[in-house]
């Protein structure tokens, strides 16, 4: 079908459904594509979301910028050092180089990336991208356990990664036998062998439709998805969110907290500057200190980062010259009325607020300007519509809450996932969010509808983090919800059955948050924690965590320990 069509009728291919050619040699991520059948409709009738059949987004991002004369321009600003187009694009082709020489990376290998956001992590990513390979970009945190489970599921090999970093790498190799090819950055080993490589690279011709990106999101369950997007979703992103929302042009930088293992930090801080030839500042340390004397030394024109981190700096944006900023955008959980408020008192600016999902790539909600409404998401961005349905999957009308669901030129396709028929329903993506639609279109956040906690922008999923306090020898049951937080939108509470002759405390529940730190990654351990002699239960034995929720309102009892 040509790209164009709006949708396919039942049972047929959807449109952007990948075709014949592809150039991949290791076709494992097209052999794990879901069904055509659990595909959700997808949407191509804007002209800027139309490519050619033939498209490298790394050759578009960063080698068409260099043909197009913008190679003296700058393009990537850390502390007080810059690189031009230029000089980035012969480093992106000198770790490409070593990428396919030094580590026999062929097209269609998934490479996993790990790193805090910095120029090698940056370089590395278009570089993998034009090398024809697939990124998997893994949050800096994440421990053996848990890249152990992404490089199983994918079948990861080849990583690149910060040698800072390098020692959870290691255990999953131990472990696992996965990441066995590792060329590590920052003790010269990658820098070594870059030197010896050519500025110069014959990208390679993917197709449109080629896997070029694996975003690994955490299910509900603690067993985490890798939604998998193409070649033109990353270029969507930039022609939905960077053009139309943000408007972005060559003479914006770009700054943000998101690390680029989060799609919206990628696209806020690689996809959408490069692709309009702006520039982004990469702060690799996102310290609200940090951020704020970053934007005021590069003059930044547009910050990216989380309700939580918008509530610490709107108390001290008055030290800081910010004149520069002409749009601020809140994104990673939903975004109060009083937190916009006060970023709006404190700066005069108005947050943009948006809803994206790893599964859709970036946002596809929200206003800008004086569209904006306090409180309120926004509305679908261009190429998209959403709706609220009812637990019949019925489309309601507008003044109606419901689920949220959603279509357009991206969409879900999970790898080898059983949960795409759940998340895809009758051609809509379903998020997992309550939402109510106004008369006016406008949509506002009400509440996730699963187990996934969301504590400033981070998800977590409330079972992963129960399974690592059960494999304590004092735990004999958990159960984990998110509990209100007026900073952190939300924050992981654990209720906890110890076993007999054990004694709740303060000593124990220290022990029992550091024992979750070094199991997991560390921003997913339980802030409050509350020891209970027994958990609600179903009949069946099944724990009732919404029993629990319902009784968090109404619970004094909470023991925090600061940060």
Known sequence: MSSSDAHSPPGAQPAGYPGDYTAHVDTFARDNL??????????????EVRYPERINCGAVLIDEAVEEGHGGRIALIVDSRSWTYAQLLADVNRIANALVRDLSVVP?????????????????????MKVGAIAVTTMPLLRAKELGQIAVKAQIDHALCDARLLQEVSLTTAQMGRLSRTLTWGDGSLEGLMASHAPTFNNVETARDDVCLLAFTSGTTGDPKATMHFH?????????VGRHL???????????????????GLGAQLVFPLRFRGAVA????????????AVEKHRATALFTAPTMYRALSTMVKDYDLRSIRRCVSAGEALPKATSDAWHAATGI??????????MIHMFIASKGDEIRAGATGKTLPGYEAVVLD??????PRGSSGRLAVRGPTGCRYLADERQKSYVIDGWNVTGDQYRVDEDGYFWFESRSDDMIISSGYNIAGPEVEAALIAHPAVLEAAVIGAPDEDRGQVVKAFIVLRAGCTPGPILQRELQDFVKHTVAPYKYPRILEFVTA??????????????RQQESDCTAKVRVPD
Request: glycine letters at 6%.
């Open 246 to 264: 943000l408007e972005t042009t060559s003479d914006d930088i770009y700054i943000g907290s998101p690390p680029l293992g989060f799609t919206f």
């Open 108 to 128: 269609g290998n998934r490479v996993l990336l790990r790193g805090p956001n910095c120029p090698m992590l940056f370089a590395s990513w278009l570089a993998v």
């Open 350 to 359: 108005r947050l943009i607020d948006g809803i994206g999902a790893t599964e």
């Open 282 to 293: 990469l702060v690799e340390q996102p310290s609200p200190e940090n951020l704020l004397t």
């Open 232 to 240: 033109r979703d990353v270029l969507v992103m930039a022609d939905v």
């Open 391 to 396: 637990e019949q999957n019925r489309v309601l």
């Open 535 to 548: 958990l609600p239960k179903t009949s069946t034995g099944k724990i009732q965590r919404f029993v629990l």
């Open 34 to 47: 879901p069904l055509a059948a659990h595909w959700p409709v997808m949407r191509f009738e804007r002209p």
